[in-house]
């Protein structure tokens, strides 16, 4: 389950990298989660993602 959400979500920022115009902003809204007990740090797996795709991530909005 959770690696099919990580490749899904991969996925999707592979395409927004493709389409998107240089410089336009792409925004992703998720929740960090537990699974099986343990913590997934989904914001940092998916800013890792998309900095590896040419994205800056901007992790303000971070709480």
């Given at each position: 389950?959770?690696?099919?959400?990580?490749?899904?979500?991969?996925?999707?920022?592979?395409?927004?990298?493709?389409?998107l115009?240089?410089?336009?902003?792409?925004?992703?809204?998720?929740?960090?989660?537990?699974?099986?007990?343990?913590?997934?740090?989904?914001?940092?797996?998916?800013?890792?993602?998309?900095?590896?795709?040419?994205?800056?991530?901007?992790?303000?909005?971070?709480?």
């Amino acid at each position: 389950m959770v690696r099919n959400y990580f490749l899904e979500s991969a996925l999707l920022i592979a395409d927004a990298a493709r389409i998107l115009k240089p410089g336009a902003s792409f925004v992703m809204v998720n929740d960090n989660v537990r699974y099986e007990g343990a913590h997934v740090p989904v914001d940092l797996i998916l800013g890792d993602f998309a900095e590896r795709l040419g994205f800056t991530v901007d992790q303000s909005g971070l709480r």
